[in-house]
């Protein structure tokens, strides 16, 4: 196969938190020993300015050990910062402003986008840290007269689901109650999260770098 | 029960009574708020000293505290709803007793896009600040804009995205005013989480709010040069 390579690129994936339980399964599933991976700290979706800086950070730390660096990252509302700080240092991103789009596939997740704007999504991870990330990060645990503040446009929350997992179901409908919320499931698995890490993992020209989030006049 | 929840808001005078409300706005207290709105009203207080001196000014202490992190959102929407509560009062009254107007906003979340937190915390303290707002909602097109700002002929044009998705659509907005020839005739603010500086440049926006307080300041500011403008035209032609 054109542009692989007997020994292939040792690459660090430098991963969200959030997505550390998948992205690992797939490195064992598949065998890619070559691929390694580093994490930031999921809860930084709190505090997304400081992404940017955490990812720079991370990349200078690790680029002499790898071959390539590639970031397993949505834009996570850093409104393009992340972007710029990646192609300063030559890191491509899986596309995608963030995981629900890339677990979903692009097309599926816009058409649900754009028909229903009011979509609340949890992921496997989000489902089994709902209480800690969304209840009691949103402060409802203190104040639950809030919901409405926070979800009163929503109408209904879709479970992402990455794995069969009839407790995870269970949470995710619960979840959808406590919110108000009608309750959709729908089994995703890993999406374009696999197809770019396979890609990422032959350092071959299938990955395309990052297109610019910001707009230019 | 403690000893201040016991606390008796019409013994206070009027200074404690004020520097009460600023701490039971902090700790997003409604119903006290709307008790102390109430005491300063029958104590003979114009409508708009109640709203800048004892709401106003306590909001812009909790703004302060988050963004210095000593607050987040839960604290400072349970003080927004608090103000809430006082402005319902107030609001009326400030109708009737003809309040100074700085100004006039239409404010609007773009398409696609259902989020209101920030949007409805500019909309109050601009209210807060003297601006009359129109305030058009969540998951507006173009045309919403459009019909919004041909209806209520605002000064101001504020937009609001919270999503990487969404935020785009200001452009789409901008440069439909700039198609129909009308975006120079107002001043339009962007905010929104995920947005910065350079967005509201590359958009063409005249300026990005990072928060409810700037987004105050950059409307004050827009104004008296606006009026500044005016009035410089005004002298020209008399010359």
């Given at each position: 196969?054109?542009?692989?390579?007997?020994?292939?690129?040792?690459?660090?994936?430098?991963?969200?938190?959030?997505?550390?339980?998948?992205?690992?399964?797939?490195?064992?599933?598949n065998?890619?020993?070559?691929?390694?991976?580093?994490?930031?700290?999921?809860?930084?979706?709190?505090t997304?300015?400081?992404?940017?800086?955490?990812?720079?950070?991370?990349?200078?730390?690790?680029?002499?050990?790898?071959?390539?660096?590639?970031?397993?990252?949505?834009?996570?509302?850093?409104?393009?910062?992340?972007?710029?700080?990646?192609?300063?240092?030559?890191?491509?991103?899986?596309?995608?402003?963030?995981?629900?789009?890339?677990?979903?596939g692009?097309?599926?997740?816009?058409?649900?986008?754009?028909?229903?704007?009011?979509?609340?999504?949890?992921?496997?991870?989000?489902?089994?840290?709902?209480?800690?990330?969304?209840?009691?990060?949103?402060?409802?645990?203190?104040?639950?007269?809030?919901?409405?503040?926070?979800?009163?446009?929503?109408?209904?929350?879709?479970?992402?689901?990455?794995?069969?997992?009839?407790?995870?179901?269970?949470?995710?409908?619960?979840?959808?109650?406590r919110l108000?919320?009608?309750?959709?499931?729908?089994?995703?698995?890993?999406?374009?999260?696999?197809?770019?890490?396979?890609?990422?993992?032959?350092?071959?020209?299938?990955?395309?770098p990052?297109?610019?989030?910001?707009?230019?006049? | 029960?403690?000893?201040?929840?016991?606390?008796?808001?019409?013994?206070?005078?009027?200074?404690?009574?004020?520097?009460?409300?600023?701490?039971?706005?902090?700790?997003?207290?409604?119903?006290?708020?709307?008790?102390?709105?109430?005491?300063?009203?029958?104590?003979?207080?114009?409508?708009?000293?109640?709203?800048?001196?004892?709401?106003?000014?306590?909001?812009?202490?909790?703004?302060?505290?988050?963004?210095?992190?000593?607050?987040?959102v839960?604290?400072?929407?349970?003080?927004?709803?608090?103000?809430?509560?006082?402005?319902?009062i107030?609001?009326?009254?400030?109708?009737?007793?003809?309040?100074?107007?700085?100004?006039?906003?239409?404010?609007?979340?773009?398409?696609?896009?259902?989020?209101?937190?920030?949007?409805?915390?500019?909309?109050?303290?601009?209210?807060?600040?003297?601006?009359?707002?129109?305030?058009?909602?969540?998951?507006?097109?173009?045309?919403?804009?459009?019909?919004?700002?041909?209806?209520?002929?605002?000064?101001?044009?504020?937009?609001?995205?919270?999503?990487?998705t969404?935020?785009?659509?200001?452009?789409?907005?901008?440069?439909?005013?700039k198609?129909?020839?009308?975006?120079?005739?107002?001043?339009?603010?962007?905010?929104?989480?995920?947005?910065?500086?350079?967005?509201?440049?590359?958009?063409?926006?005249?300026?990005?709010?990072?928060?409810?307080?700037?987004?105050?300041?950059?409307?004050?500011?827009?104004?008296?040069?606006?009026?500044?403008?005016?009035?410089a035209?005004?002298?020209?032609?008399?010359?």
């Amino acid at each position: 196969m054109p542009g692989e390579s007997l020994t292939r690129p040792s690459t660090l994936l430098i991963a969200c938190g959030a997505l550390a339980r998948e992205v690992k399964h797939l490195l064992d599933v598949n065998g890619w020993s070559h691929m390694t991976l580093t994490c930031l700290p999921a809860d930084l979706h709190n505090t997304p300015q400081q992404i940017p800086g955490a990812m720079r950070r991370k990349i200078r730390a690790s680029r002499d050990r790898y071959d390539r660096i590639v970031a397993l990252y949505g834009d996570c509302g850093t409104g393009g910062l992340l972007d710029d700080v990646l192609r300063d240092e030559g890191v491509e991103r899986i596309p995608g402003p963030h995981c629900y789009q890339f677990y979903m596939g692009t097309d599926d997740f816009t058409r649900l986008a754009e028909a229903e704007p009011g979509t609340f999504f949890l992921t496997d991870y989000l489902v089994r840290h709902f209480d800690r990330l969304i209840i009691k990060g949103l402060g409802l645990d203190r104040f639950p007269q809030l919901r409405d503040d926070y979800f009163g446009h929503y109408v209904q929350l879709v479970y992402l689901a990455q794995t069969e997992d009839p407790e995870l179901d269970k949470a995710a409908q619960a979840a959808a109650e406590r919110l108000g919320l009608i309750y959709a499931r729908r089994l995703t698995g890993y999406g374009e999260l696999e197809t770019f890490m396979a890609e990422a993992g032959h350092g071959d020209n299938a990955v395309q770098p990052v297109p610019a989030m910001r707009l230019s006049r | 029960m403690s000893e201040e929840d016991d606390l008796d808001l019409s013994s206070l005078n009027d200074e404690e009574l004020v520097q009460q409300m600023h701490d039971d706005l902090y700790d997003g207290l409604k119903e006290e708020i709307e008790e102390g709105v109430n005491i300063l009203l029958e104590r003979g207080w114009q409508p708009y000293d109640v709203l800048t001196k004892a709401l106003v000014e306590g909001m812009r202490i909790v703004g302060i505290d988050f963004r210095d992190g000593i607050l987040f959102v839960p604290e400072v929407l349970m003080a927004a709803n608090a103000m809430k509560g006082g402005m319902a009062i107030l609001r009326p009254l400030l109708a009737e007793t003809g309040a100074p107007k700085m100004g006039k906003m239409v404010i609007g979340t773009v398409k696609g896009d259902i989020h209101d937190i920030g949007k409805n915390l500019v909309s109050m303290m601009m209210e807060g600040a003297g601006f009359e707002v129109v305030d058009i909602g969540i998951n507006n097109a173009v045309e919403d804009y459009l019909a919004a700002l041909e209806e209520h002929q605002p000064d101001i044009l504020g937009m609001s995205a919270l999503l990487t998705t969404t935020m785009p659509y200001m452009k789409v907005v901008i440069e439909a005013l700039k198609e129909k020839g009308i975006r120079s005739d107002y001043v339009v603010l962007v905010g929104g989480a995920p947005l910065n500086e350079a967005f509201g440049e590359a958009v063409g926006a005249d300026a990005y709010c990072r928060d409810a307080a700037v987004a105050v300041e950059t409307a004050k500011s827009f104004m008296s040069r606006r009026q500044g403008s005016a009035l410089a035209g005004l002298q020209a032609a008399g010359d």
